[in-house]
């Protein structure tokens, strides 16, 4: 299977030093090495890197680790492939555009049995169960809402619904932003942690590293990172419950449910 | 207004001594410094680099000089804003996905009273013209062929006519490609060089720069570039005619009018 990494903040962040510790565990101290992408929202843009080398030998992970992209949403992932080949085309993020904005999605999990119809708009380029269930969420959010994006809260409602109905094929973690909104769905594993003053100094659990956040943050800034599993060994993360869809806002979890 | 890179070959190939010359022009040798991007198939597979900084102040368009990603459709854009802010999402190229394939798209132009309805499928997530010249053409290509991808021929003459529609409203240069198929639309100046046996030494314009192609490819490599101007001075570059639609195929441009 795969890992997820995200970041919702108030203010635009990089991701560099939870990204290091992420990265590590694409070949280094995990074994996630069929590829990697990582998603960056400035303002309605985004620029996705991908590569299916494995995120510890890849140029480009070197680059996004050490060239600090500042970003108000962003979502990553390290493949461990379980269905489709270890190919560009099947490394996540995923994005469409729907409602003149770009969205994203990446997930961690497997499908068994999931063949939604090929008849919606949105059409699968690589052949993963992931690529086809984001297709099949924006095939569902555009026959509901054709015209425009709905409130957050009509669309998350429509979001649960899709999700629980997938959810019944198989393991569903995902990440899923517009830049705007912000989901996290754990199907059995995904926890968060919120940093915001006073600011403390965190200690990557697969890298020896210290970044001490009091140094590198003004007194309103407020980061949501979310991952599969713990970052840190020194800060408390909190388990997303198995069924639980929470949404990330200016760097907290809103539950609607 | 902007630049236009491309290339096309029978054998996955790097950029980075075209990219180089062609880097140069955003910023040290020509002002297109508001904005950079670079698309790259690899099969069905495909990833942009894009970055609103300058090329030449780019460490993303650094690393794509210094890192040799293979590829047998390429697409590449400099810019120089007409219409649009320096932003992120107004970077080309342009991506979007029909019939399982991504689509990229660059332009260099300027469109006036351009303002195609917003009734399609694929909307502009930014708010430049190319980018709703690029929606426009897919909107009727999907219209046209609503279930699969047609024969280069009929591919072709649909979007000849999209294209001499669009380009009643001013100056249409651009590249498009799924990663099989290649379109090169010459409004008012795009040329182009085929590199193949027997290979010599390239000298690039814009950096003091020279490559020896005999030294790196085998026998059978051919290579198409296709420019805005010419990026070596020791070859001959053939100029596309106004007006001219090419499609590159392995290398080789082909001319279906």
């Not at 599969?228 to 069924?243: A, C, F, K, M, R």
Request: proline fraction near 5%; aromatic fraction near 12%; glycine fraction near 6%.
């Amino acid at each position: 299977m795969c890992q997820l990494l995200g970041m919702n903040c108030n203010v635009p962040t990089d991701i560099c030093f939870s990204f290091e510790g992420f990265c590590a565990r694409g070949g280094k101290t995990d074994d996630h090495k069929d590829g990697w992408g990582i998603a960056f929202f400035e303002s309605k843009g985004c620029r996705i890197f991908i590569d299916a080398k494995s995120s510890i030998n890849s140029p480009i992970a070197e680059l996004v680790r050490n060239y600090p992209i500042h970003s108000t949403h962003v979502i990553a992932h390290i493949r461990k492939a379980t269905q489709g080949e270890i190919t560009l085309e099947n490394c996540h993020p995923f994005r469409r555009e729907l409602w003149e904005r770009y969205w994203v999605f990446a997930h961690n999990g497997d499908l068994k049995d999931f063949h939604p119809k090929k008849t919606g708009f949105y059409q699968a380029v690589g052949n993963t169960d992931s690529e086809q269930a984001f297709c099949l969420i924006l095939n569902t959010l555009r026959e509901r809402f054709p015209e425009n994006k709905p409130s957050l809260k009509d669309f998350y409602l429509v979001i649960q619904e899709i999700t629980d109905k997938i959810s019944t094929h198989g393991i569903f973690n995902y990440l899923l932003s517009d830049g705007e909104y912000f989901f996290a769905h754990c199907s059995t594993k995904l926890c968060y942690i919120v940093r915001q003053a006073p600011f403390a100094a965190a200690h990557l659990i697969d890298e020896d590293l210290t970044v001490d956040f009091s140094e590198l943050t003004k007194e309103n800034d407020r980061v949501a990172v979310i991952a599969t599993t713990p970052l840190t060994d020194n800060e408390v993360w909190t388990p997303i419950q198995p069924g639980e869809l929470l949404v990330f806002q200016d760097g907290l979890p809103i539950k609607f449910a």
